[in-house]
């Protein structure tokens, strides 16, 4: 029951993420399924995956009645990340679970950097008109490349790469960015299904607990200051990345 009781939380915590920010259900869902559920890290990857994309399609689902979909570059966006981290989710195999969390680490220093500075969009931002194609392929393409990697969805560089790079209002670049981390997802997901086999049981209980998770941190955004919403949760993502180095850079450099 303990367990039971551990996924439940860690599934809402996952949700309630992208909900309440739009990203980050794989930066806190590697290390927890590794640091608290027991996982290699390599396994940890391909059920983040799975998690994070069950979890991204169902909140896309309900932008995509709002109308805040923009399907032409989540299509080219997201095809070419979906192919790039399909392509690229066997390159994990090359690295050792220890240089792999120290990868994870790096990332998300950067990531929590970013979003502490206010480099990062801020919600109600306004971006130029979208650019063409070719910038959508590239920056898809980047993306699509640390999904397959290191089983990041990627909507903490989604959203960015969308507003800064593609061009996209951020009210699209939050929505399409679910669409496009439920593909990418997806494509790493069917990368790696040969190498490690997925939990049922656990998938199932962090997708229920994650879907509430994502209701209630939808409703939450609301009534929070985007802004400290922001730097709260980079100062936890930085935190975590420190951990993660401290517990596993010593063992690489052995």
Do not use: C
């Amino acid at each position: 029951m303990p367990g039971l009781l551990l996924d439940l939380a860690l599934g809402f915590g996952i949700g309630f993420s992208l909900g309440l920010l739009g990203g980050g259900g794989s930066i806190l869902t590697v290390p927890a399924l590794v640091y608290l559920v027991g996982q290699s890290p390599q396994a940890a990857v391909t059920t983040s995956l799975a998690i994070v994309g069950t979890n991204s399609l169902v909140g896309a689902s309900l932008h995509g009645r709002q109308e805040s979909l923009n399907w032409r570059v989540a299509l080219i966006f997201g095809g070419a990340g979906m192919l790039v981290a399909y392509l690229a989710a066997g390159l994990s195999r090359l690295f050792s679970p220890s240089a792999l969390l120290v990868a994870f680490a790096l990332m998300m220093l950067v990531i929590g950097g970013l979003m502490f500075s206010g480099k990062t969009p801020a919600p109600g931002s306004v971006a130029s008109a979208p650019r063409g194609w070719l910038v959508s392929l590239a920056a898809g393409a980047g993306v699509g490349l640390l999904t397959g990697i290191l089983g990041v969805g990627g909507g903490f560089l989604i959203v960015p790469a969308l507003v800064m790079f593609v061009g996209l209002p951020m009210k699209q670049a939050v929505s399409t960015s679910l669409l496009v981390i439920a593909a990418n997802s997806l494509a790493g997901l069917l990368g790696r299904l040969n190498d490690e086999p997925l939990d049922v049981a656990l998938l199932v209980t962090f997708g229920i607990a994650g879907l509430i998770g994502i209701w209630a941190g939808a409703r939450l955004v609301r009534r929070l200051p985007a802004d400290q919403l922001r730097r709260g949760f980079a100062l936890f993502v930085i935190a975590l990345a420190l951990f993660l180095l401290a517990d596993n850079l010593p063992r690489l450099l052995a």
